[in-house]
């Protein structure tokens, strides 16, 4: 099987800076589009960013020219590195991935379990 972890999540000022980091694991063949969702309380999960395998990205326009998306296919490794936050970045923030395994014909489609980012003002 396969799993998604994620980590770099944490307190922080306004106006800081973190970096995310999403690490693939298990039976894998290989990862298509992998993807950053958050979820603030009381909101519902939105789309972050997104990074195709061949390293194409889109954002959204809320963090555009703030964050930035990349990836390590060597490392089956995905990042987020978030600047200049603002407290309305706070949420808990989601790796997702398209996984290709031996044992299925068709992609999984793998979320891991979040890691908290707070941003204070």
């Known amino acids: 099987q396969v799993q998604l972890v994620e980590s770099g999540g944490g307190l922080v000022q306004a106006g800081g800076s973190l970096r995310l980091s999403c690490a693939a694991s298990?039976?894998?063949?290989?990862?298509?589009?992998m993807g950053w969702y958050r979820q603030a309380p009381g909101k519902q999960r939105e789309l972050v960013a997104f990074?195709?395998?061949?390293?194409?990205?889109n954002y959204a326009d809320s963090v555009k020219g703030r964050f930035t998306i990349s990836r390590d296919n060597a490392k089956n490794t995905m990042y987020l590195q978030m600047n200049s936050l603002k407290p309305e970045d706070t949420a808990v923030y989601y790796c997702?991935?398209?996984?290709?395994?031996?044992?299925?014909?068709?992609?999984?489609?793998?979320w891991g379990q979040g890691t908290l980012v707070t941003v204070s003002s």
């Open positions: 997702n991935a398209e996984i290709l395994v031996l044992t299925r014909v068709r992609p999984l489609e793998v």
């Open positions: 298990g039976s894998i063949s290989s990862i298509n589009a």
């Open positions: 990074i195709t395998s061949g390293g194409r990205t």
